[in-house]
C-alpha cells in the first residue's frame, strides 16, 4: 500500500458553515433561476460571489486559508444529492446522461422534479431539521464518477483565488444507508470506485485533504442492520485509504458518538477521524490505542444549537483527550454550522443579555480558534465564558419557582383523560357527526394580502385593530367556503401564523425569537427557529379570540389548533442547561391552561400537532424508550385536562411512522390525523395492527403539490382504508395544513374529498 504524505491537519477548523447567504442570497438567486427570471450563468455567477464571500469571511475571522483548514461544501440545493450527482448515481428515472456534468436545469430537476417526473423524495437528514434528497440507488442505477466534478470545481475555484481548502462530500457509507433501492448496499465497492476517482482527481488539483461526512456511523435509526455498517465502513475506508497519490482523509461523525466503530475506522488507515464531543464520549484508552498517531479532530463546540461554550469545559476535555490520545489533536465544531444562522451581530433586536449568552457560526468559529489557543493565550475569550454562564444561570426569567412548583407537583393523574369510548359517546353526543367526518389540517393557503397585513403590522404602518380586521375577514371567508364546501368539522385557518410554532414563541414567556436567525430547512427553504431560553409560561389567551370568533360565525364544530409541545422543542433553538422532558412539560402546562380556555369558549374539538414527533427520536435505540416516554407523557399532559365531551385530535405529518406506531397510540388523542396519499394509505394497516382504535385520519390528497386529486383517486384511497379499519373509526381529511396551496386547488381538491366521501358513506 503507498503512504501517501500529507500536511499536517490544521489545528483549528469547522466541519462546514451555512451555505444560503447572511441575506439569504442563495435562496433569492435559486428561486429567480427557477422562476425564469434570471439564467444559469446569473445563478452560477451568484453562488461563485457567495463562495468567495465565504472563504474572505472565515479567513477575516481567523481560520487558516492556507492549511486546509477552510471547507469548501457549497451545494445549490443539499449536500447529499451533490454527493450523488459527482458519482453519478442519478436515477434513470430523469433521463439524464449521469456521465458528463449535469446542468443546473438537471440538478433542479432532480431535486423539485416536473410536470413528467417527480422529484427525489426529502426526508429528514439525521436529528435535525434539515432535509436531504434521498439517493436512489438500485442494481442498475449508475455509479461512475464524473471528472471535474462540484467538490474538484470548487477546490480549484478556491485555489485560483488564493485559498487551499477542504473539499466536504457525504461518505460513501452515508449515502448508501439514506438511499432508497433494491439493497444499495451491495453497489458499495462501486461507490467506492468512484469516491477513488474523486481522490485522485482532487489529488492532481493540489488538494492536501479532503472530509467524507459519515453520520450514519452514529445512528440505529438507518435500515441498514449495525454490524453491515460497521463492514462497509471498514471495506469502504480501507479501499479509499490504499488509493495511491490521494488527499488525507477525515472522516466525520457528526450527531453522535462512534463507539466501537471509531476502532473500526482507525484500523482502515485514514488519517484523521472527527468526534462529535458535545454529543459523544472521548474514546476510552482502548480503542485510543488503535488510532495512535492518527488525527483526532476533537468537535468541541456544538454546530447544531446556538449557546456559548464553556470554555472551560471544553478546554478540559480537550486536555483529557491530548493526555490519553498518541497523536495530534486538532479543535473543530461538533457538526457542520449548517444548522444555526450567520451571525448574533445581526440581532439587534434582542435583548442585550439573551444576545452575550448566544453563538451563531461566526461566533462559533471564535470559539474554535480560542479553545485551540488555549486558556492563557485566549485569556480574555476564556474570562468572558465564565461572565456569561453566571450571567445565565442567575438571569430572571432562566428558573421559576412558579413554574418549577407547576411542573414538581405533577402526578400521573394528571396525563389520563376518562375512558376512550365513554368519551367517544360523549362526543358524538355533543357534535352529532355523520359516519367518515370530513376536516382538515387547520391552515388555509397564506394569501400574499396576509402576508403583506404582517409585515405591515410589524414597520407600524397599519394598527392592530386594523390588523386585526384584515385576520377576522379571512377567518371570515375561510368559514364560508367551507361551510359552501359542506365539511363537517371547520377550522379558522389560522391566518394570524406566520409559522405554526413561531406564533406561539411570541406568545409565550421564556422565547426569543431572531430578525435574520435563518437556516436553511432544505433547498432554497429556510426557517427562522426561535430561541427557547428560559422557563416556559403563557402570560395570556393565544388562539382564542380568532377560535371564539370563528365559531359565531357557524352552527358546525370549530376546532381549535394548537401546536404540541414535542414539535415546539424541535423546532426552536432549546435550551441546553434543563432536560428536554422538563422544558416539554412546561410547554405542555401553558399549552394546557390554552386548551382549557378554548373549552370555555365553547369550542368542542381541539387539534394539538405533533409533526415532529419522529424527528426528535433519539439515533442510538437504547434512548428511544427514555424519549417516547417524555415526549408522550408532554403531550397527554398539554391535553388530558379536556372533558370527555370535548374531542381532542392530533395531526403528525414528514415522516415514517414505523418506529413511532405505539407512541402515536400513546398520545391517546381521539382523532388522529397522518400524512398518507403518497404512500397509498400503508400507515392505516399498521395503526390497525398496532390496536389502534380510536379515530383515524388518513390523508387522501397529497397537500405538497399543486395537483388535485379527483374524486375518483380519494374514493379508491378511502377503499384502502376501509379495508383496514372499521368506518367508525375512519376520518377524511388532506395529508396537511394548506398553507402553501393556492385557493384554486384548494377549492377544487376539498370538492372532491367531500363528493368522494359522500359516494363512500352512501355505500356503507
Ligand atoms: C406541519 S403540520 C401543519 C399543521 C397545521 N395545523 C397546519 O395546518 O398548517
Ligand atoms: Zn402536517
Redesign the pocket.
Known amino acids: 500500500m503507498s503512504q501517501p504524505t500529507h500536511p499536517t491537519f490544521p489545528a483549528a477548523t469547522i466541519l462546514g458553515y451555512p451555505r444560503i447567504g447572511p441575506r439569504r442570497e442563495l435562496k433569492r438567486a435559486l428561486e429567480s433561476f427557477w422562476s425564469g427570471t434570471t439564467t444559469e450563468t446569473d445563478l452560477a455567477t451568484a453562488a461563485a460571489g457567495l463562495r468567495e464571500r465565504t472563504r474572505t469571511h472565515l479567513t477575516d475571522l481567523g481560520l487558516d486559508p492556507q492549511t486546509a483548514a477552510i471547507p469548501s461544501d457549497f451545494s445549490y440545493y443539499d449536500q447529499v444529492l451533490s454527493t450523488a450527482v459527482a458519482v453519478g448515481a442519478i436515477p434513470e428515472r430523469f433521463g439524464i446522461d449521469a456521465s458528463a456534468s449535469i446542468n443546473l436545469a438537471d440538478y433542479s430537476r432532480l431535486a423539485r422534479g416536473d410536470a413528467e417526473t417527480a422529484p427525489l423524495e426529502l426526508t429528514k437528514w439525521f436529528d435535525t431539521n434539515y432535509h436531504y434528497l434521498v439517493p436512489e440507488i438500485g442494481p442498475d442505477t449508475p455509479l461512475q464518477y464524473v471528472p471535474g466534478s462540484g467538490p474538484v470545481a470548487e477546490f480549484v475555484e478556491a485555489k485560483e483565488a488564493g485559498v487551499h481548502t477542504r473539499p466536504v462530500v457525504v461518505g460513501p457509507v452515508t449515502l448508501l444507508a439514506l438511499a432508497k433501492g433494491t439493497d444499495p448496499l451491495a453497489r458499495l465497492d462501486e461507490l467506492v470506485a468512484a469516491f477513488q476517482k474523486l481522490l485522485v482527481e482532487l489529488a492532481e488539483t493540489g488538494a492536501t485533504w479532503v472530509q467524507f461526512d459519515e453520520p450514519a456511523l452514529v445512528s440505529d435509526n438507518g435500515t441498514i442492520p449495525a454490524a453491515q455498517l460497521n463492514d462497509a465502513a471498514d471495506r469502504a475506508y480501507r479501499a479509499l485509504a490504499a488509493t495511491a497519490d490521494r488527499p488525507g482523509i477525515l472522516v466525520a461523525a457528526p450527531y453522535g458518538d462512534l463507539r466501537e466503530r471509531f476502532a473500526t475506522l482507525a484500523g482502515t488507515g485514514v488519517e484523521a477521524i472527527a468526534l462529535d464531543l458535545v454529543k459523544g464520549e472521548i474514546p476510552d484508552d482502548g480503542a485510543l490505542a488503535q488510532a495512535r498517531g492518527l488525527t483526532l479532530v476533537a468537535g468541541l463546540v456544538d454546530g447544531h444549537n446556538v449557546w456559548r461554550t464553556d470554555l472551560h469545559a471544553a478546554a478540559e476535555r480537550l486536555q483529557r483527550l491530548r493526555t490519553a490520545h498518541d497523536g495530534p489533536v486538532s479543535v473543530a465544531t461538533s457538526t457542520s454550522l449548517l444548522h444555526v444562522p450567520h451571525t448574533v451581530a445581526d440581532e439587534t433586536d434582542l435583548p442585550e443579555q439573551l444576545r452575550s449568552w448566544l453563538a451563531f457560526a461566526d461566533e462559533k468559529v471564535g470559539e474554535v480558534l480560542a479553545l485551540t489557543a488555549g486558556p492563557e493565550a485566549a485569556a480574555e475569550a476564556f474570562a468572558a465564558s465564565r461572565t456569561v454562564r453566571a450571567d445565565r444561570a442567575s438571569a430572571p426569567g432562566v428558573r421559576r419557582e412558579d413554574v418549577r412548583r407547576r411542573t414538581g407537583a405533577l402526578t400521573a393523574a394528571d396525563t389520563e383523560r376518562a375512558d376512550a369510548s365513554a368519551r367517544a359517546a360523549a362526543q358524538q353526543e355533543r357534535l352529532n357527526l355523520p359516519p367518515l367526518p370530513t376536516t382538515t ?3 388555509f393557503p397564506q394569501t400574499s394580502d396576509l402576508r403583506r397585513a404582517r409585515a405591515q403590522r410589524r414597520k407600524g404602518e397599519i394598527s392592530d385593530e386594523q390588523y386585526t380586521e384584515v385576520i377576522r375577514g379571512e377567518i371570515a371567508r375561510v368559514i364560508e367556503l367551507q361551510t359552501e364546501l359542506g365539511l363537517d368539522v371547520l377550522v379558522h385557518g ?1 391566518p394570524e401564523r406566520n409559522d ?1 410554532v413561531q406564533y406561539f414563541a411570541e406568545l409565550l414567556d421564556g422565547f426569543a425569537v431572531t430578525q435574520h436567525g435563518w437556516v436553511q430547512s432544505y433547498g432554497s427553504r429556510c426557517t427562522r427557529p426561535s430561541i427557547l431560553w428560559g422557563d416556559v409560561s403563557r402570560p395570556a389567551p393565544m388562539t382564542v379570540e380568532w377560535t371564539r370568533y370563528a365559531a359565531s360565525l357557524t352552527g358546525k364544530p370549530v376546532k381549535g ?1 394548537l401546536t404540541g409541545p414535542v414539535t415546539i422543542l424541535a423546532w426552536s433553538f432549546v435550551r441546553d442547561d434543563l432536560p428536554l422532558g422538563e422544558v416539554a412539560d412546561q410547554v405542555a402546562l401553558a399549552l394546557r391552561d390554552e386548551v382549557a380556555d378554548l373549552e370555555g369558549a365553547g369550542i368542542g374539538v381541539i387539534q394539538v ?1 405533533e ?1 415532529a414527533l419522529r424527528e426528535l427520536l433519539p439515533l442510538r435505540a437504547e434512548q428511544h424508550q427514555a424519549y417516547l416516554d417524555w415526549s408522550v407523557r408532554s403531550f397527554r399532559l398539554a391535553t388530558s385536562g379536556a372533558a370527555p365531551h370535548t374531542q381532542v385530535h392530533t ?1 403528525l ?1 414528514y415522516s415514517e411512522f414505523g418506529e413511532v406506531i405505539d407512541a402515536i397510540d400513546g398520545l391517546g388523542a381521539d382523532v388522529t390525523s397522518l400524512e398518507a396519499a403518497r404512500s397509498a394509505m400503508e400507515v392505516v394497516p399498521e395503526l390497525a395492527q398496532a390496536g389502534f382504535s380510536r379515530g383515524i385520519g388518513p390523508g387522501v390528497w397529497d397537500i405538497h403539490s399543486p395537483r388535485v386529486p379527483s374524486t375518483e383517486e380519494i374514493v379508491d384511497l378511502l377503499g384502502r382504508a376501509l379495508a383496514a379499519v372499521p368506518a367508525q373509526q375512519l376520518w377524511v381529511n388532506p395529508d ?2 394548506l ?1 402553501t396551496r393556492g385557493y384554486d386547488e384548494t377549492t377544487a381538491s376539498l370538492r372532491n374529498l367531500v363528493a368522494a366521501t359522500e359516494r363512500v358513506r352512501a355505500a356503507l
Open positions: 389540517i387547520g391552515s389560522e405554526m389548533m400537532d409533526p395531526h405529518c396537511c395544513g398553507k
